[in-house]
């Protein structure tokens, strides 16, 4: 098994989890024992989950990936021990990051968009980990992942809430975290596509 | 290979009787690979060694060059390797006594020498090296650093077993102690133990003694023995290593203090004629010095490093880059000079060192630390060893070889690997075991499978429908874990566990009669699996597995919780968290393994017959062995004749005569019943895995399809075809190979030359190739004898760059200077020119190089020039890398699974490599290389079928979309799309599937899962890692995946 094996779903359900950091661990750049190089494969996957924890809230220096050979204790030590460190000082996951359960949840269930998505337009191969960072910081990317990931994230949020209870558009902005306008364009999609309805005597949006 | 299978001989094997097929002796890097290969090939063999453990010289290296690779950690998987392959019975602190008998049938006497520790009770535990009161030096680390008088050779030592040096042992020199005897519990302890003699009747032998360091203390070279300071290279490894004398802080030894300004001085006990030194080059140190410098800066980035050297000889494959990668560093400086020791400073015992430069003449400048690069020796015993085995010696003190065979002794069924053949590297080492594996193959034919041995299991149980019934095996580890982990609590925690049947500890989990234990129990309380708390999978999985197939259940059912390497080891000063962290680590495992499936290894036919892609030297001594030892042979040329370079080449250095020798191959690869030559071949089509290849070959009209099991690839390289120095302009510029064959004619025009002028590194050591060819120092040196002995009055000159004329060729060297070939420096920035002018009439070639000595420009008028043209990668080397799917390097040569430890295999399984199409090499070198590959491709064919893993991938066809995902990122080509009644769905073939798992997590669906490692095992170990009914404190957790 090879870094490239570790799923963005691992991460998620870690956190779900209450963990308070993540550390993803594996061979160097151009060391992998595999033909396959997962562990470029792992790169774009940590840069992909840094985006995604971040967008929920999740501070994304809690999702770790270091490189370290089998032949490295005392390194694998060090990275081991400075990134317990950091996570310390970050301070413990549910408390200051409340109602998170939910997002990651949310994230979860786009988890077959999200790997479709990426394999359609965020499947990269640089040399250097500096073209990696460089990619996944572009503002090309930053649209993308806008476009492409967050909008369909929020919608599936919207239907998350909307199973629990109806809500008004001002109450699901505000559940969001968004503008009431976006909100209101989400919810014109979602009646459109016969997703969910506005029921008159709630005054409020219910799955159709 | 013109030697005939000794008879078949009246053959059985007694019950209890010592008889084996071949006894290697010398347990380091050479006799262990040849020790595997042959057992793979299913030879009963006994690897004798005289130290308390197979490791060798490797097994002192921190790293090995060119790649930096940690040596132990390559190394030791193979003593493990070794130690559980049923066909290898290890003897160490043997020595060999005496040899009779004759190839087929040798009686060898052994003398086991008394480690005072029976090795059946011994379980490496070390609670008496940690009693014993006597400190002695330790020979692992040089001398450098303490160790007890019982102790075991080094951690990872096989056989883990300690050992008492008798000379210091208080009881053994006859003083009251018996303290290591009263604290064993094992009583493995025995005072009284005698030295053993050993009969063992085997047919063949390999010789793999190894090496000696050349010993500076014996001429105090350099003031060693007498300045602190001054350490050999060996030492300095030590010093280097995490574990060596200072847990891998570089220390002087006079102060303990980090030395910043480091001197190396080359070919200490190298290249010399002075009485005590050795006239051959070492071969080995340039790089090995390189890489100690490349590390010390690794430990210390201010580090001053400063080298004095002769010729840099970086010969090897990815040498030259190497040498860069040095030279390259801040503060490190490479200095061309003879040095001389001045004087050690009396306060700080710093050392002064002399030497000089054409540019500023003759200077001395002040060292922390001198580091003397040592050369290689013989074997100290190797006098004795030649009287013992009845083999000759070389003038050095070497085995003496077939200069075209290096494997083959004077001795019929004698065979040598490894360094006792000259000096040689580690993959040189690993290559010549291999090749002679494959000779004692040739002899051995009649018994291969004989001795055989196969582990018989109890039949499997099925568990399908059971509900999980889980043993938990908690292992002390002796004080490894128990000293810091509360095991007992631990025990009891995991029996509160879901599923968990039965719980206990247990002092070695490892130990044959744990082992046991651990299979009687699964059958007694019908666990159905097995959780080990313990060390590492990497090393100890292998046998747990076995463990639960002894029990009677599917090896799958098995799980390892590593509470050493990642708790105790790192937690020692915090026991209670270290517990505590212990029984998290049992309780992702147990809820792990309630999930496990059984898995089916599965064995796949292998084709028994194979293909070789050349018919080169290489091709043809690969085929020749491979069909010397019985099996079938497809050898595929894509010239109309065989022999390729090789026919161009004339004589060797050491005077063989090549053209001979080749038309003798070519008639017996003719002549041999199993190989199929086809030449004018071209390959069409290459498809297939191990086993079972098929290629399409065509020839002329005809076209084949080919069915093999292994496939060997030697297609040669080329010789450059030079654009410098007039080349192709004038008549009397020629490369070294066309000088050959000029030579060979005895052309007039040539051979009454006045005077010729030979410019080495044409082509190769610049940008656009930058590598050395290897071959082309020694080539101009035999041109040059040879022209000096047809031509005495003739004036040779030799323009070069550095000579690396490595190993024994510097005796070559030596005489051809002796002869008044004139050797001149160059530099690559001021590169000789040459013009054709006419001078007095005639027309001459006008060379002009700057002699850095005289400090002038030379003028040289010469009738020919030959060019040292670089050796490159044959025209169709990217083609057949696009065929076999085997990688190239960056010069276009291809690249082996690995540098130093798999130096003929290819990453994809079944195929193989030898000869030029590896890297530039001699004929000897090549040879050496195809009977390599011939031995391991062996490993293969002798086997009826190959396993593959259970751990791959596997697609619910239900659940697949067609996307593909998984197939865009299997660079192994394992997943196809196949049609199927409900479309097209993903089909992974387990066979090319190596599980890793990328698919995996690529699949938008979970169609495709990796076994053994699927999602819910691992979201199952993520929840318990966060869910485990562990009192848990109020600190941060952290998840930790690979």
Redesign the interface.
């Known amino acids: ?11 998620l ?2 956190f779900s ?10 061979c160097w750049p151009g060391e992998c ?6 562990n470029y ?1 792992a790169l774009s ?1 940590t840069h992909l989950c840094r985006k995604l924890l971040d967008y929920i809230g999740v501070n994304p220096e809690r999702l770790g990936l270091e490189w370290v050979s ?2 490295e ?2 390194r694998f ?1 060090e990275v ?1 021990n400075d ?2 460190k950091k ?2 000082d970050l ?3 549910g408390n200051a990051e409340n109602g998170l359960k939910m997002k990651l949840e949310a994230v979860d269930n786009l ?3 999200i ?2 998505v ?2 359609e337009k965020l ?1 990269v191969r640089f040399k250097t980990e500096e073209e990696y960072n460089e990619f996944f910081t572009s503002d090309e990317i930053d649209r993308i992942f806008q476009e492409v990931i967050v909008n369909k994230l929020e919608i599936s949020r919207i239907m998350r809430l909307l199973r629990e209870k109806p809500l008004s558009t001002g109450e699901i902005s505000g559940l969001l975290g968004v503008t009431p306008s976006e909100a209101s364009k989400h919810l014109g999609s979602l009646a459109r596509q016969g997703l969910i309805r506005f029921d008159e005597s709630l005054k409020r949006f219910v799955p159709a | 290979m013109e030697r005939e299978p000794v008879e078949e001989q009246f053959f059985s094997s007694p019950e209890g009787g010592n008889f084996g097929d071949v006894m290697v002796v010398g347990g380091g890097i050479s006799g262990i690979q040849a020790a595997l290969d042959l057992a793979t090939a299913e030879f009963k063999v006994y690897l004798v060694e005289k130290a308390p453990t197979i490791g060798g010289k490797m097994a002192q290296l921190d790293k090995t060059f060119p790649t930096n ?2 040596s132990m ?1 390559i190394e030791s998987p193979k003593f493990i390797e070794c130690a559980r392959h049923p066909n290898i019975e290890i003897l160490t602190y043997t020595e060999v006594d005496t040899v009779k008998g004759e190839a087929g049938n040798f009686k060898v006497k052994l003398i086991k020498k008394p480690r005072y520790i029976k090795e059946d009770k011994c379980t490496g535990c070390t609670t008496c090296v940690e009693f014993c009161p006597v400190r002695v030096r330790d020979p692992y680390n040089q001398d450098l650093s303490l160790n007890k008088a019982i102790h075991i050779y080094f951690s990872q030592a096989v056989p883990l077993v300690t050992y008492i040096d008798p000379e210091s042992c208080l009881y053994l020199q006859g003083e009251k102690c018996s303290i290591c005897a009263g604290v064993c519990k094992n009583k493995a302890i025995d005072l009284h133990q005698e030295e053993e003699e050993i009969e063992v009747e085997v047919g063949a032998i390999i010789l793999a003694p190894g090496y000696e360091v050349f010993d500076p203390k014996l001429k105090g070279d350099y003031g060693y023995g007498n300045f602190e300071n001054v350490v050999t290279s060996l030492e300095f490894e030590r010093l280097l290593c ?1 574990t060596g004398p200072f847990e ?1 802080e570089i220390l002087r030894p006079s102060d303990k203090k980090h030395p910043h300004n480091i001197a190396w001085i080359h070919c200490v006990g190298s290249r010399r004629v002075t009485p005590g030194d050795n006239s051959y080059c070492s071969a080995v140190c340039c790089t090995y010095t390189q890489k100690q410098v490349i590390l010390t800066k690794d430990h210390d980035a201010e580090a001053e490093c400063t080298v004095f050297h002769n010729d840099i000889r970086s010969y090897g494959k990815d040498f030259e880059r190497f040498y860069q990668r040095a030279e390259n560093l801040p503060g490190v400086r490479f200095i061309r000079s003879y040095v001389s020791i001045g004087r050690e400073v009396k306060e700080s015992k710093n050392l002064t060192i002399k030497y000089s430069t054409p540019k500023d003449g003759v200077k001395e400048e002040e060292f922390d630390l001198v580091v003397l690069s040592v050369g290689l020796n013989p074997p100290a015993d190797f006098k004795s060893l030649a009287n013992k085995f009845g083999i000759e010696l070389d003038a050095h003190g070497f085995c003496k070889t077939n200069p075209l065979n290096a494997m083959e002794t004077s001795r019929r069924g004698i065979f040598v690997s490894g360094a006792f053949q000259g000096p040689l590297d580690i993959p040189e080492s690993v290559v010549t075991a291999s090749g002679a594996g494959s000779l004692c193959g040739q002899i051995l034919g009649y018994r291969r499978g004989k001795l055989d041995k196969e582990r018989e299991y109890p039949p499997e149980r099925t568990v399908s429908g059971e509900e999980p019934r889980v043993g938990v095996f908690v292992c002390h580890c002796g004080a490894n874990i128990g000293r810091v982990v509360n095991v007992p609590s631990v025990v009891e925690y995991a029996s509160t566990l879901d599923n968990v049947v039965h719980a206990q500890e247990s002092i070695f989990a490892c130990s044959t009669d744990n082992a046991q234990q651990i299979a009687d129990t699964i059958r007694e309380k019908r666990l159905n699996r097995v959780v080990v708390a313990a060390c590492t999978p ?1 090393t100890h999985e292998p046998l747990f597995r076995d463990t639960l197939r002894e029990g009677g259940i599917n090896p799958y059912f098995f799980e390892m919780a590593n509470i050493r ?1 990642q708790c105790s080891w ?1 937690h020692s000063k915090e026991k209670e968290d270290a517990t505590r962290k212990a029984k998290e680590i049992v309780c992702m495992s147990v809820a792990r393994s309630a999930l496990l499936e059984p898995l089916q290894e599965f064995e796949l036919p292998v084709d028994k017959r194979a293909l070789v892609v050349g018919g080169g030297l290489a091709g043809m001594t690969g085929a020749m062995s491979l069909a010397e030892q019985g099996f079938e042979v497809y050898l595929v040329e894509k010239d109309t004749n065989l022999g390729g370079t090789a026919r161009r080449i004339y004589y060797t250095l050491e005077g063989m005569d090549v053209q001979a020798y080749l038309r003798d191959v070519i008639r017996k690869v003719y002549h041999h019943p199993s190989i199929h030559v086809v030449t004018d071949a071209t390959i069409t089509e290459a498809s297939g895995y191990v086993g079972n290849f098929v290629t399409k070959v065509k020839s002329g009209r005809t076209a084949k399809e080919i069915h093999h099991g292994v496939t060997i690839i030697a297609t040669g390289a080329e010789e450059y075809k030079p654009t410098e120095y007039l080349y192709g302009k004038e008549d009397g510029v020629l490369t070294q190979l066309e000088l050959e064959e000029k030579i060979n004619k005895r052309e007039e025009k040539l051979i009454s030359s006045k005077t010729v002028v030979m410019i080495q590194c044409v082509g190769c050591r610049q940008q656009d190739r930058n590598y050395c060819s290897r071959v082309c120092c020694s080539q101009a040196i035999k041109n040059a004898l040879k022209l000096k002995e047809i031509n005495p009055h003739m004036d040779l000159y030799v323009l070069f760059r550095d000579m690396r004329t490595y190993g024994f060729k510097e005796d070559y060297y030596r005489e051809a200077s002796e002869k008044d070939v004139k050797f001149i420096r160059y530099e690559p920035d001021d590169k000789p020119q040459v013009e054709a002018v006419e001078e007095e009439g005639r027309r001459v070639l006008r060379v002009t190089v700057t002699d850095d000595i005289l400090g002038k420009k030379l003028q040289i008028d010469a009738d020919a020039v030959a060019l040292a043209a670089a050796v490159i990668p044959s025209a169709g080397t990217q083609e057949i890398s696009r065929l076999f799917k085997v990688a190239l390097n960056p010069d276009g040569f291809f690249q082996e699974a690995h540098v130093k430890l798999r130096p003929v295999d290819f ?1 994809a399984e079944g195929v193989f490599l030898c000869g030029t199409a590896h890297y530039p090499k001699h004929i000897s070198e090549t040879i050496s290389q195809a009977y390599g590959a011939a031995g391991r491709a062996v490993t293969i064919l002798t086997k009826d079928s190959v396993i593959a893993s259970g ?1 791959i991938c596997e697609v619910n066809e239900s659940d697949c979309v067609s ?1 593909g ?1 998984c197939i ?5 080509g394992a997943i196809e799309f196949v049609d199927t009644p409900r479309g097209k769905k993903a089909r992974v073939n387990p066979v090319l599937c ?5 698919c ?6 979970g169609a495709i899962s ?1 076994k053994h ?1 699927t ?1 819910e095992e ?2 199952c170990e ?2 318990a ?3 485990s009914p562990v009192e848990f404190p109020a ?8």
């Open positions: 098994m090879c870094t490239g094996r570790v799923d963005l779903a691992f991460i359900r870690a989890n209450g963990a308070d950091g993540v550390l993803v661990v594996g024992h595999y033909l396959t190089e997962g494969g996957m089998a032949s204790g005392s030590a081991v990134f317990a996570v310390k301070g413990p996951f988890l077959p968009y790997k479709l990426e394999r499947r | 690779d940690c950690c995490a891998g990497r390497e790192v990453a751990a996307c995902a865009s990122v299997c660079t192994y190596k599980g890793d798992g990328l995996n997590s690529r699949c938008p669906t990796l490692f999602d691992v979201f993520i929840d890692a966060l869910h600190i941060n957790k952290v998840g930790i995946a690979d």
